[in-house]
C-alpha cells in the first residue's frame, strides 16, 4: 500500500501512527503529495486534492484519515484501534470527531495566516476557530481520555492534535493543560513513533 501525505500532516501522522500501531509498517510506504500541484496524481486519486489518502494494491484509493483507519484496524484483524464494543467504540469514535474537528480549526487558522495577506486576515474568522479549539481543550483538560494498552483512534488522534499544536501554535496550549501534557507524555512513551513522525517547525 502507499499512503500519500507531507511530513506536516496531523492528518498523515494520525495514519502512520495508526500503521505502526497496528503492526502493518512493512505494508504501507509513504510519497509525499503536493496539494498545491495542478499535475499532483493526488488530486485523481482523491478528487478532493486532500491527503492523506491511501492506495491499496488493487489501485483504489482510500480517504480521509478516519476511512483510512478503520480499514487498517480491519486488515489488522478488527478490533484493535477500533473498539469492537459499543461501550468503548462510541467514546473512542466521539473523540476522534473532538480532536480531528481541533486539527480542522488550527488548520483553518493556518491558512487564514498562509492564503490571505496579512492585511485582509479576518479577525472573527480567527476568533470563532481559536473558539473552537480553546472549548476542546478545556473539555478535554477537565476530563482526560485513558490510554489503552493499544491506543485507540481517539487516543491517536488527540496525540496528532496536540503535536499540531505544538508545531504551528508554539506549545502555547501546554500552559493551561497540564492534564494534557502529562497524557501527552504517556503516550509518547508508549508510542515511539510519536516521536519519530514529528518535524520541525
Known sequence: MILR??????FGRKVKLAVDI??????????????????????KQNPLGKIPALILDDGTALYDSRVILEYLDHRAGGGKIIPSDAARRFPALRLQALCD???DAAILHVYEGRWRAADKHEPKWLDHQAGKMARALAALEAAP???????????????????????????????????LVAWLDRFAAKVPAFEATKIAA
Open 145 to 179: 481520555p485513558g490510554l489503552d494498552p493499544t491506543p485507540n483512534v481517539g487516543q491517536i488522534a488527540l496525540a496528532c492534535a496536540l503535536g499540531y499544536l505544538d508545531l504551528r501554535f508554539g506549545g502555547a496550549w501546554r500552559t493551561d493543560h497540564p492534564k
Open 22 to 43: 497496528l503492526g502493518l509498517t512493512g505494508d504501507v510506504r509513504v510519497e509525499l503529495a503536493d496539494t498545491t500541484n495542478p499535475n499532483e496524481p493526488i488530486r
Open 5 to 10: 501525505t507531507a511530513p506536516a500532516s496531523p
Open 101 to 103: 474537528g481541533v486539527l
